[in-house]
């Protein structure tokens, strides 16, 4: 009866130890939380003593929802039979089972994730399920990097250039593995594969779509998928522009034309604005000579206006259609930028894809206005403009200008320059003596706006023996001219001068009256034979 007892307790142990799993230091099995404690969470792993794992590998979110019943894979650290306990590690399970995927990973040449940590003088750290690797700045990017930070707290897929495994599960914390790890290469395998599949499509006259990677003076550069196209800065738009970044920023995504790929080099002319019409081709169907029509200003030059009728279509106002004035002022007086003008046609010439157009045929022509408003005789008021030589222009309020010649500033005075009596922007009175609207042309007078002195007055006033007493203007070889009152001038011939009198400018001297000539309006002087200087003296 004992030998049975024996036999069947040992065949019991047999059966218990066969239930057990096979729990061994130093390797990794699977348990069961069965108890959440304040220093500890207790794992049943299948072994005849409980195995317990410290609460500080656990964050205080996954200590909240740790319920019994749920799975967890542990690492054996210590088995200790005296006291019934089995020391287990959750954080060393894991790191081991991410050594063993980056090591699979590493011989199949598959990528991984990992998310940036931190930096260092020569690269990037990244971590991979808690396994710290390092991504050197040379494989970040396939283009140089300059700004380390902005990848921080990035999650990247990479692939592991090299890998140093630990010795054993015991140096699975420790420092003596190492990953090395690279960007650039994922980024180049996408991009190898993006330009394959470009490929297939890349045929001139294709439409792609690409992203802007880069912006010049004189194009875009852009991204189609593995292959870079450029697009001049000519073949961006059918209308003037300035510089590309008037259409594009860096990261736009949009359709390009394909204009020309060379196979050989690789190289692939891009188009933009090839995916409309030029607007040319039917410019001289939709605009005729007289049409008036409405654009923009897009440019001011020293010679003219450029305007945008359409998108792509531009047209031209010379600085002589912006005004009828006879030297029109510079075009940025009459518009800005922007602006929005009326304007008529002229002239449309596909061929050298020119549209002239006028702002100023759009107003009634000054001189029709004048031809209307004005007669010879009539009294007008305006601006003296310009002072020539020969005479002085003066603005009437329609923009026109008329002449008044020099002869015709004064009856009495001998005037040498028109600049004596007028100065630039004087306002003046004068009387019309011409007018001729379709030559353009209107004479002005302002010695017209009193009688004729040498009709009745002087000749009555400067009678022959008559003395004066009168100013010396000027002293020439052939006599004296002489200022008689109310500013008329005589001459006091050579023959007649008092050779005893020392004479200059400026001086008064008594002068007789020995000839009036009305028809030639001269006054003869003579200092001789004098009775109110003989008085006087």
Known sequence: METQTKEETKDLEKLYAETLHRVERGGITKGKIIAVKSDVVVVDVGY????????????????SNLKEGDNVEVFVERINDQEGVVILSRDRAAKIRTWEMLTE???????????????????????????????????????????????????????????????GYANVLGNQASVIVSRRAVIEEERHVRKEETLKLLKEGALLKGIVKNITDYGVFVDLGGIDGFLHISDISWRRVNHPSEFFSVGDEREFVVLKYDEG??????GYKQKKQDPWISVEDKYKAGMKLKGKVVSITDYGVFVEIEEGLEGFIHVSELDWAPRPKHPSKYVSGGDEVEAAVINVNKDERKLSLTIKQLKPRPWDLVG??????????????????????VRLPEGVDGLIHISDLSWIKHIKHPSEVLKKGQKIDAVILGLEPDKER?????????PDPWQSEIPAKFRLGDEFKGK??????FG???????????????????????IKEGDEIWVRIIKVNVEERKIGLSMKNLKSAAVER
């Open 48 to 63: 005849k003593s409980e195995g317990i794992i410290p609460v500080a590998e656990f964050t205080e979110d996954e200590l």
């Open 105 to 167: 990973a590493h011989s199949s040449n598959v990528r991984v994730e990992g998310r940036v940590v931190g930096k260092t003088k020569g690269g990037l750290f990244v971590d991979i399920k808690g396994i710290k690797a390092f991504l050197p700045s040379s494989q970040i990017d396939i283009k140089a990097v300059k700004d380390m930070d902005s990848y921080i707290g990035q999650t990247m897929a990479v692939r592991i250039l090299k890998i140093t495994p630990p010795r």
């Open 265 to 270: 080099t690789e190289k692939v002319t891009l």
């Open 372 to 393: 209307q408003n004005y007669k010879v005789g009539q009294r007008i008021t305006g601006e003296v403009k310009t002072v020539t030589d020969f005479g002085a222009f």
């Open 442 to 450: 209107m004479a002005l007078g302002i010695k017209q706006m009193t």
């Open 472 to 477: 010396v203007l000027r002293i020439t070889d």
């Open 480 to 502: 004296i001219f002489v200022e008689l009152e109310g500013g008329v001038e005589g001459l006091v011939y050579s023959s007649e001068v008092d050779a005893s009198m020392e």
